[in-house]
């Protein structure tokens, strides 16, 4: 288990934007830079969906909801990963969560979640 922080969420107007960032404040810098790194939102009575993955090696995969509007990107010497979010709608909201997976042992860690309200 990993300890995910999340913060930047909040209230936007539609066509806003917002930079989410997860960090691990308990790892080591190697251990860190093992971790392949994912955001996932979750809607009021609608199932967990992956947003964005980046890989080890700085690949990066979208959901096609949000190809062209978010960026994700991490920083191994902070120990933290982002969502930039642009272009904002209001089908954005929901509950934002940063996940990691060990690439060597496979072993899968949350955050607690941030709230992302996008206003019509």
């Known amino acids: 288990q990993v300890y995910l922080v999340e913060s930047g969420g909040g209230l936007v107007q539609s066509g806003g934007s917002l930079r989410l960032a997860c960090a691990a404040p308990?790892?080591?810098?190697?251990?860190?830079?093992?971790?392949?790194m994912a955001w996932y939102r979750q809607a009021p009575g609608e199932q967990r969906e992956m947003v964005a993955v980046?890989?080890?090696?700085?690949?990066?995969n979208y959901a096609e909801s949000v190809k062209g509007r978010f960026t994700i990107s991490k920083d191994n010497s902070k120990k933290r990963v982002y969502l930039h979010m642009n272009n904002l709608k209001p089908e954005d909201t929901a509950v934002y969560f940063c996940?990691?997976?060990?690439?060597?042992?496979?072993?899968?860690?949350w955050g607690q979640g941030t709230q992302v309200t996008v206003s019509g």
């Open positions: 996940n990691a997976r060990h690439t060597l042992n496979g072993g899968v860690s």
């Open positions: 308990r790892l080591i810098t190697s251990t860190y830079t093992a971790m392949e």
């Open positions: 980046i890989t080890t090696d700085r690949r990066t």
